[in-house]
């Protein structure tokens, strides 16, 4: 008699449902989903480096904004794919080692130990994105940023050789029919409530479900179906606010009267705008989106100066990159480097109005900086100073 | 062989990059608390959502008649996979007083208006499917 609370073992599973056959299925779609999730989030990465080895494009100014939606709806995807797959591969985790034979003994650790690291970055790297795209931060020591990219590599390192492992595994299943048993556990012979065709459809199914359900932030004509969405859009303007005056603490600040633009060109005050020097100069209006990895966009149109306009004015250089400096007393946007080609670009604006209204105090007023195909924590608000050196 | 040893070792150089990463690029003060959620992660799917799961599967097994368990599982899978990507808004952790433009919908009326859709789809599917059943014999 076994003890009631006793680990069970791989042969007390014996569902038809968990099978190699539809591991192999769920597992194409899911490495997919990986896949796509660490290109576009290498892209974000990128995209904020102060100073690029090769300059980051500004355009097509939604580029940013398509592949972040990506990042963010493949991952969403990724949840029901990775809660099927490991559903349908649980028995294993209940295999006994060969204790007796050192060489098989030393692989199988070896594979347990990459699946166990597998399985621990493809959860935390889920669950952390899920977590920052409602904005919440349970954590307390470590940076979501810096660690989501660290464990990234170890996830994606994982699945490689996870596929490597497996290869001929799956590419036995892939091209045998799914309901083909050979490489089934013995005792897997119970059917299960649904087919396995039935079950991966049904797991795609509920990856689009998920998709659906979240991906109205990004995508605006599912914002009614998009019923958990972090956000809807109903905001001044139509776009959504990441961090507010008062959190940014620039409420006092902003709307003081005596604020000033200065411009200095090699560490020299060269221009010091007040605002209606700003609304005194030429006014140009650029559609474009703003768009965050947090799996929000939105599109405005944004009025105000041309940003080459404003540093050509000042006698800046053409070529260089800008530091823009925003009022927020501190965190880590506070300043940033806008690359030359930004800087150029004659859509890239000093923006003043949101949808022909007043910059609201949450978007950045007085001014704030919007660029295409930027991502959005680099679209600084409330800026108080731009630096073009030499 | 050749070909899985080089994509093998290709994914050791991708996952050694990702721990130099978590190494050099911050303090080790904060290694510990992300060693502590990447083994809460496994530990909270591997223990406590599998058993759950082996649970709830043997009790349908044993409880629902036949013509009630597709259905019934389709829906766990569906209802379950939504009810897990929405578990950051229906706990509103991240809702700030200063900003009504995120977490803005009345998240936990849905989920459960969503679940009561499910629970009557379900009931409604494994009524239809009896019937056929025991039309069929």
Known sequence: MKAPLAPPTPEQFTSRLRSPAVAARVGVWLGVSFGICFVTGLVSHYAQLPTPPIPFPTSPSWGYRVTQGLHVTSGVAAIPLLLVKLWSVLPKF??????????RLLLAVLERGSIGVLVAAAIFQLAT???NAAQWYPWTTFSFRTTHFAIAWVAIGALVVHVAVKLPIIRDVLTSDIEASDHDRATATTPGALSRRGLVRTTFAAAGVAVLA????TVP????VSVFATRTGEAPGGVPINKSARAAGV???AMSGDWRLEVLVDGVVAASLAYDDLRAMPQHTADLPIACVEGWSAQGSWSGVRLADLLGAAGAPADRDVTVTSLQESGPYRVTTLPAGFAADPRTLLALDLSGDRLALDHGYPCRLIAPNRPGVLQT???TRLEVGT | MRTRLAIGAAGVLLGLYGAFLFLSRQDPGQWLEVVLWLGAGAVAHDLVLSAILVGVCLAGTRLLPRPWRAPSLVALVVWGSLTVVAVPVLARGGARADNPTLLDRPYVATWWALSAIVVVAVALAGFVRSRRARGGE
């Not at chain 1, 979240?214 to 932030?217: E, H, I, K, L, N």
């Open chain 1, 381 to 383: 608000k409330w800026v």
């Open chain 1, 94 to 103: 209940f295999e006994r080692l060969p204790l007796r034979d050192h060489r």
């Open chain 1, 214 to 217: 979240t991906a109205g932030g």
């Open chain 1, 129 to 131: 994105g899920l977590l």
């Open chain 1, 221 to 224: 004509w599912l914002r009614k």
């Open chain 1, 251 to 253: 409420e006092e600040s």
